[in-house]
């Protein structure tokens, strides 16, 4: 089956550590994003990445650190600068085809800071 | 910015017909789209429409775009409660990224 894995489901984290949280895909996709979600909140972009080895500040970047050295993999590292860690956080990737991207979403991983 | 603005909550009773709005605020928005969110999950699209469209229809869903309001909206026809979930409206001008509103919640009444 062709779609992206987020791993873990439910991440628990003490405060001043750092966390990574995995995204994998296997649907060829050149572009992929990190996303947060919190409550009554539309999502934030954190990081994007067009093209293998290449990747981009969103708009909530400070706190996270991202790599893309494979096309099929960007972890997301929540590193102990992030303030308010606690959030949904979700992988995306997408294709463009014809001016438009269509974005694929995976599962999704709950953090927690205790 | 761009900003894209929802109605955070909508209830319906089963059966009945959901609008579910959006506004949103970059006129060079090209395509608008609408993922559906259930508990616990990932977005899946439900549908998308071109900005030279007025309206799209999908089976049970209707998409309508007023371009000179910059208003779109989802409707659902014959609700069921496994309709229930979160409603996210969403831009993209050519090239650019998405921009997600913040999402309504549908509660569909028995």
């Known amino acids: 089956d062709g779609g992206i894995t987020q791993s873990p489901k439910y991440l628990f984290r003490k405060e001043g550590q750092n966390v990574t949280l995995s995204c994998e895909q296997n649907l060829n996709h050149d572009a992929m994003y990190w996303y947060r979600q919190d409550p009554g909140q539309g999502l934030r972009l954190i990081y994007y990445?067009?093209?293998?080895?290449?990747?981009q500040k969103g708009d909530i970047a400070e706190g996270y650190s991202v790599s893309r050295e494979k096309k099929e993999s960007f972890p997301l590292t929540v590193t102990s600068a992030q303030k308010n860690p606690t959030a949904f956080y979700l992988c995306?990737?997408?294709?463009?085809?014809?001016?438009?991207?269509?974005?694929?979403f995976g599962p999704g991983t709950r953090l927690t800071v205790l | 910015g761009e900003d894209v603005e929802q109605s955070l909550f909508l209830s319906v009773r089963e059966g009945d017909s959901s609008v579910i709005n959006c506004t949103y605020t970059d006129s060079s928005s090209t395509y608008l789209y609408w993922y559906k969110q259930e508990p616990g999950a990932g977005l899946q699209l439900l549908t998308y429409i071109f900005s030279n469209m007025d309206m799209k229809q999908d089976q049970r869903l209707t998409v309508l775009l007023n371009k000179k309001d910059k208003h779109l909206s989802l409707r659902i026809a014959d609700t069921q409660t496994g309709d229930s979930a979160i409603y996210f409206c969403a831009s993209q001008a050519y090239g650019q990224n998405f921009v997600f509103g913040p999402g309504t919640r549908l509660s569909v009444l028995p």
């Open positions: 995306a990737s997408s294709i463009r085809s014809g001016g438009r991207d269509t974005q694929y």
């Open positions: 990445s067009q093209i293998v080895n290449d990747f």
